[in-house]
């Protein structure tokens, strides 16, 4: 009998708990169209060019936003404020509820390109894949941004920092 083992690169333990250590903004990464509604809790996004505004996405390969995103191709980026650390876990599993209840906790109001966009959140930003690649464990997504909302506040971002929420002093 044959076994079958995964293969963890040997760093992958040591990489993520250094990452640990690098605050991040957290995000709500919405999609509605064809193939539903679904969002997920994101920490890994990141400007790449403002010229034409692009943003890359990374999200685990086995994550259920994967085939709704890829069949939407459309999706907006709520940047969350400090006091919505809720909608956070609530979109990152935590509370275990189903996709339909994680909207219904929050007020959501469509975007300019009907992308759920939740209210209170510090900016939205709207787009569509462009491109995307599989790399390791992940899937990186190229969205093009076509719709910006920036909430005129001087409210602190929330940040994930050592596994936990917290959010900047400022």
């Known amino acids: 009998m044959l076994k079958t083992t995964t293969h963890t690169h040997p760093l992958s333990h040591l990489y993520r708990n250094a990452m640990s250590n690098v605050a991040?903004?957290?995000?709500?990464?919405?999609?509605?169209?064809?193939?539903?509604?679904?969002?997920i809790t994101m920490t890994a996004v990141t400007s790449v060019t403002d010229d034409p505004p692009t943003l890359i996405l990374c999200i685990n390969r086995h994550a259920a936003i994967q085939p709704i995103l890829r069949a939407n191709a459309h999706l907006c980026v709520n940047v969350l404020a400090a006091h919505q650390r809720d909608v956070a876990e609530h979109f990152?599993?935590?509370?275990?509820?189903?996709?339909a209840t994680r909207f219904r906790q929050h007020n959501w109001q469509p975007g300019p390109s009907g992308q759920p966009q939740v209210t209170g959140a510090l900016a939205?930003?709207?787009g569509h894949i462009v491109e995307h690649k599989d790399l390791g464990s992940h899937t990186?997504?190229?969205?093009?941004?076509?719709?910006?909302?920036?909430?005129?506040?001087?409210?602190?971002?929330?940040?994930?920092y050592?596994?936990?929420?917290?959010?900047s002093a400022i």
Not at 92 to 99: K, R
Not at 143 to 155: F, R, S, Y
Not at 162 to 167: G, L, P, Q, S
């Open 24 to 39: 991040a903004s957290v995000h709500v990464v919405t999609t509605d169209g064809p193939a539903g509604s679904y969002g």
């Open 92 to 99: 990152a599993g935590i509370t275990h509820l189903d996709s």
């Open 124 to 126: 939205h930003l709207s």
């Open 140 to 160: 990186v997504f190229y969205v093009l941004i076509e719709h910006i909302q920036v909430t005129d506040t001087t409210e602190p971002a929330l940040l994930y």
């Open 162 to 167: 050592r596994r936990h929420f917290t959010h």
